[in-house]
Each structure stands twice: as C-alpha cells, then as structure tokens.
C-alpha cells in the first residue's frame, strides 16, 4: 500500500504546477467578474482606447501574471509539503475553491 501512495505521490508532483494553475484559474473565474467590474467602472468615463488599453491590461498581463507567478510560488509551497499529505492538501485546495465557488454563486 505504501508504494501506492509514493507512487501518487510522484506522479502528483510532476505535475504540481498544472495542478496549481488548475486552482487558480478556478478562482480566477470566480473573482474575474468583479475585476471586470471594478476596472469597467474606473475606466467607464475614459476613452475608448483607454478603456481598450486597461481591458488588454487586465486579462493579458495581471491575470497572466497572477496565474503564472502566483502557480510558481504556490507550487514551490506544495513542494514543501511532505509526500504523505500532498494528496489530502490538493484535495483540500480543490474543495476551497468549490466553497468559493458555491459562496459566490458560481455553482
């Protein structure tokens, strides 16, 4: 049973940062439409090409940057977690964000 395990355990860890960027995209859904409204309403009386340039802004290069920076970093933190409670803390992730996501009203 204890090769089971490592063996998940190995498998989880190739891929822990599409696992995190799995996760934060999951937020970022959730949280994305109040960014949306929140940068729409600053930017409502301003120019067309302003309004274009904080739109390209946001969704190129803040929500690219969150997703890639913060998958990093949180990555590197799953890492740290010893093998034997890397599945339980995913799984754990994953039903936060589904929290969230029900909280919201996404779900």
Same mark, same amino acid.
């Given at each position: 049973?204890?090769?089971?395990?490592?063996?998940?355990?190995?498998?989880?860890?190739?891929?822990?940062? =599409?696992? &995190?960027?799995?996760?934060? &995209?999951?937020?970022? @859904?959730?949280?994305?439409?109040?960014?949306?409204?929140? @940068?729409?309403?600053?930017?409502?009386?301003?120019?067309?090409?302003?309004?274009? $340039? $904080?739109?390209?802004?946001?969704?190129?290069?803040? !929500?690219?940057?969150? &997703?890639?920076?913060?998958?990093?970093?949180?990555?590197?933190?799953?890492?740290? !977690?010893?093998?034997?409670?890397?599945?339980? @803390?995913?799984? =754990?992730?994953?039903? =936060?964000?589904?929290?969230?996501?029900?909280?919201?009203?996404?779900?």
């Amino acid at each position: 049973m204890q090769d089971f395990w490592n063996n998940i355990n190995n498998w989880l860890q190739e891929y822990i940062l =599409t696992i &995190t960027i799995a996760q934060i &995209t999951g937020l970022l @859904v959730i949280y994305g439409d109040l960014l949306s409204r929140k @940068v729409s309403k600053a930017l409502r009386k301003q120019s067309f090409f302003l309004r274009l $340039g $904080g739109f390209i802004g946001i969704n190129a290069f803040l !929500i690219g940057f969150l &997703t890639i920076f913060i998958a990093k970093i949180i990555s590197l933190l799953y890492l740290r !977690i010893p093998q034997n409670y890397l599945l339980l @803390v995913l799984l =754990t992730g994953f039903v =936060t964000v589904g929290i969230i996501a029900e909280r919201h009203k996404h779900i």
